[in-house]
């Protein structure tokens, strides 16, 4: 099993940045994808951001050029580095462990809010 914590969630104003850390424990994330997504009130669950075991990375369009994602895996840490933030990245963003070899379950983190104000 894959226990997930996120942090560094907050209330930042619009064009600031936050930089959010995914601390894993219990398994290796090194075989895993990992991903970061978000849910705004009233809205569905969105993958904003994807690091692949390939070395690969997935951006949602709207986040493209403003978020990094990365991932340590020496520490067991993912990180998503948001620039110039906006009205519109106001969610919980929660970070996300895929399968792996032996393991077929996906694990989830509790959420970190991140508020983003004018």
């Known amino acids: 099993q894959v226990h997930l914590v996120e942090s560094g969630g907050g209330l930042v104003q619009t064009g600031g940045s936050l930089r959010l850390s995914c601390s894993a424990s219990?398994?290796?994330?090194?075989?895993?994808?990992m991903s970061w997504f978000r849910q705004a009130p009233g809205s569905d669950r969105e993958l904003v951001a994807a690091?692949?075991?390939?070395?690969?990375?997935y951006y949602a369009d709207d986040v493209k050029g403003r978020f990094t994602i990365a991932k340590d895996n020496d520490k067991n840490m993912v990180y998503l580095e948001m620039i110039r933030l906006r009205l519109e990245d106001t969610a919980i963003y929660y970070c996300n462990a895929g399968p792996a070899q032996g393991d077929e379950s996906t694990y989830w983190g509790q959420g970190t809010q991140v508020t983003v104000s004018s």
């Open positions: 219990g398994s290796t994330i090194s075989s895993r994808t």
């Open positions: 690091t692949y075991t390939t070395g690969d990375s």
